[in-house]
């Protein structure tokens, strides 16, 4: 797939389980998104993890977006390289233009291995550097010659990024002292999320991110290694999160109002008018097509969040 100048977004879940009420919600602030801007939508399936991807959830994501409206222009599973489970080699050939460049280091640290595959939840990645980015001599001839494989980390500069997002304006972070090195290589060889979602937004031409307010911290991360590749990075715009009324974030894995629920109780209307009167979008509940909401869609009308979905589901 080659660059393109057409303005283009994506979708790309994770099929780890059913789609929940806050991943719509981010899914249809990425369609209005584009809509609005007369942009193309790709869908993008992010199975990067073979120990969490489901090809049923994954049927069911496509279905479940499709019901409520939120069609794409291209990609999976009606098109070829749109599942990051057939795009290895392109994250080889960016993994191998890194090390080239002294930009990677092995790494036997195991606290946050088992999540690198997947987009990061908060509280389960630690800012700071790795001791083994310094290892030498005696101690990492040791560690070579020992039993367990390495992970391989990008050794991120002292440097500070900023992304001007859509939604939140300015965030800058110091990718040493903010997020710190961060896992592209996993020791069983699966490469790790940050390195494939941004080498899969820049050979996609993706122009336009639109994703839950909980990735925001990824996006100086994504934008170095994207542009480190020689790639410009896309513009984001990040939605806020859904919260249960006792303030917890709605979640895949607590099974919070999926779509398996939500499609028994509502018509596609009725779910997108909850959703849009919850994101600012309209002002009273009332049933409503995805469609009608593209011409006066703004993100200045969308609160910050979190939103509390309280009193309306």
Excluded at 13 to 40: F, K, M, Q, Y
Excluded at 214 to 235: C, F
Excluded at 253 to 273: K, S, V
Aim: net charge negative.
């Amino acid at each position: 797939m080659q660059m393109s100048e057409t303005i283009r977004g994506r979708y790309a879940p994770s099929p780890s389980g059913r789609l929940h009420l806050g991943n719509i919600a981010s899914s249809l602030l990425a369609w209005l998104d584009l809509r609005h801007l007369g942009g193309e939508l790709i869908f993008r399936l992010e199975d990067l993890d073979p120990e969490r991807s489901y090809m049923d959830y994954a049927r069911l994501m496509a279905d479940d977006l499709r019901w409520l409206g939120l069609g794409w222009d291209a990609g999976w599973p009606a098109d070829a390289g749109y599942a990051q489970g057939e795009r290895t080699e392109f994250y080889a050939e960016a993994f191998s233009a890194l090390q080239r460049r002294g930009l990677i280091y092995r790494c036997w640290c195991s606290r946050a291995e088992r999540l690198a595959a997947r987009a990061p939840h908060p509280g389960e990645e630690a800012p700071g550097s790795c001791r083994c980015r310094g290892l030498a001599g005696a101690e990492l001839a040791a560690r070579l010659n020992g039993p367990r494989p390495p992970a391989y980390k990008a050794a991120v500069p002292d440097m500070d990024v900023s992304v001007l997002d859509g939604h939140y304006g300015e965030y800058k972070e110091n990718l040493a002292r903010g997020g710190g090195d961060f896992i592209v290589r996993r020791s069983d060889g699966v490469y790790a999320y940050q390195l494939a979602v941004s080498v899969d937004d820049a050979l996609m031409g993706v122009t336009r991110v639109v994703r839950a307010a909980d990735l925001l911290p990824s996006a100086p991360r994504q934008k170095w290694l994207i542009e480190t590749l020689g790639y410009p990075a896309p513009d984001y715009a990040h939605a806020p999160l859904l919260t249960a009324p006792d303030g917890r974030k709605l979640s895949k894995r607590d099974g919070d109002l999926n779509m398996a629920e939500l499609r028994r109780a509502y018509t596609p209307e009725e779910l997108i008018g909850r959703l849009a009167y919850l994101l600012g979008l309209i002002d009273r509940v009332e049933p409503v097509k995805a469609a009608e909401l593209v011409e006066g869609f703004d993100w200045a009308k969308v609160p910050p969040g979190p939103v509390d979905i309280g009193g309306v589901f």
